[in-house]
C-alpha cells in the first residue's frame, strides 16, 4: 500500500480522529483541575494582567501608528514604480505586491485601531489624549487606504469601487478577473480553517475561566455568538449556491 493511500484510509482517518479528541480532553481535564486546585493564583494573575493593560493608556496605539508608517512607506514607495511599471512588464507585478504590502499593513492597523480604542478607555490615565490618537489614528488610516486604492486603479484601470462606499468589496470583487477570484476564494478559505482551531480553542480555555469564576458566562456567549455567526454565513451562503445551480 503506497503513503498516500494510507493517508487516505478511512481506518486511519477515524483513529488519528480519536486519538486527538481523547489527548485534547485529557489536556482539559489537567488544565481544568490545576486552575480549580490555584484558583487564587490564575486568578491574582488575571488582576495583575488586568491591572498591566489598564496602565498602558494612550501607548496602546504605538502599534498601531507603527503600522500606518509602514504603510505609508510601502505607499510611496509603490507610487514612484507606477510610471515605469505601467511600462515594464517585470516591474509591474513589483509595484502591484507593494501596494499589497502597504494594505495589508493599513488592514492590521485598524484592528489595532480598535483594540486600542477599547484599552485606552479602559486605562486609568491619559483619557483625553487617547481621544485625539483616536482621531488622528482614524484620518490617517483613511486617508492611506484611499491612496493605496486610488494607485492600485492606475495600475488596474478595470478596477470598481470607492472606499467610502459601503458597497465597495461588492464592486471591488466583480471587478475582479477569475484568477483574482480563485486567490480571495483561497484567502478565504485559509482564514476561514484558521479560526475554525481558534474558536473551539478560545471556548474551551473560557470554559475552564468560567469554573472559577475568572471570566463571566458572558465572554463565552459573545465568542460562541462570532462563531455562531461565521458558520451560519458560511454554510447559508453554500445552501443558496447549491440551490441556485439546482
Known sequence: MTKEAKKKSPARIYVTFAVVIIICGLIGDIVGVAAVSNEFSVRNLGEQFNLMLASLGPWCYVPGFLLLVGATWYYFRGKRMIPQALEDDELFPQANLTFCRAMFLANLATVLMFLAMALGYAASWGVNLSWFLLIGHIIWMTAIQARIISATKKLFPEKRGDIF??????????????????????????????????????????????????????????????????????????????????
Open 165 to 246: 462606499d459601503f458597497k465597495f468589496q461588492k464592486d471591488w470583487y466583480e471587478s475582479c478577473d477569475e484568477a483574482e477570484r480563485q486567490q480571495t476564494a483561497q484567502c478565504s478559505y485559509q482564514a476561514f480553517k484558521v479560526m475554525g482551531l481558534i474558536f473551539p480553542g478560545i471556548m474551551a480555555i473560557l470554559s475552564i475561566l468560567s469554573v472559577i469564576d475568572l471570566v463571566a458566562p458572558s465572554y463565552s456567549l459573545l465568542v460562541g455568538g462570532l462563531w455562531l455567526v461565521q458558520q451560519f454565513v458560511y454554510n447559508y451562503t453554500s445552501l443558496q449556491m447549491d440551490k441556485k445551480r439546482s
